[in-house]
């Protein structure tokens, strides 16, 4: 089992930025692949980002095209956090993200095949 707790949501201006973080309770974490994915109110939930483990590819990275360019996610196996780089937000990006944790590879961009998930933080992006 894997806990995962997301933080730094937030409300911020158009063209502001923030960094969420999302810490993992288990210490085989950095084998884990790691996702985060957002969900507007009457939206469907969507992909934003994940990033392999480190001993895999080189920890490759993968981004919604909504996002490319803007956003940039990492991960901190010493902390077992992963972190997602907002930049140039925009009003579209208002959303609660969710991290997520996956023991397998393949299909990191597909949620339903998450393995874990945390319980979301909100992101608020005023015009």
């Known amino acids: 089992q894997v806990q995962l707790v997301e933080s730094g949501g937030g409300l911020v201006q158009a063209g502001g930025s923030l960094r969420l973080s999302c810490a993992a309770s288990?210490?085989?974490?950095?084998?884990?692949?790691m996702g985060w994915f957002r969900q507007a109110p009457g939206k469907e939930r969507e992909f934003v980002a994940a990033?392999?483990?480190?001993?895999?590819?080189?920890?490759?990275?993968y981004y919604a095209d909504s996002v490319k360019g803007r956003f940039t996610i990492s991960r901190d196996n010493a902390k077992n956090t992963v972190y997602l780089q907002m930049n140039s937000l925009k009003p579209e990006d208002t959303a609660t993200y969710y991290c997520?944790?996956?023991?397998?590879?393949?299909?990191?961009?597909?949620?339903?095949?998450?393995?874990?998930w945390g319980q979301g933080t909100q992101v608020t992006v005023s015009s």
């Open positions: 288990r210490r085989t974490f950095s084998r884990y692949a």
């Open positions: 997520a944790a996956k023991g397998s590879f393949p299909a990191v961009t597909t949620g339903a095949l998450y393995d874990y």
């Open positions: 990033i392999l483990p480190i001993t895999w590819n080189g920890g490759d990275t």
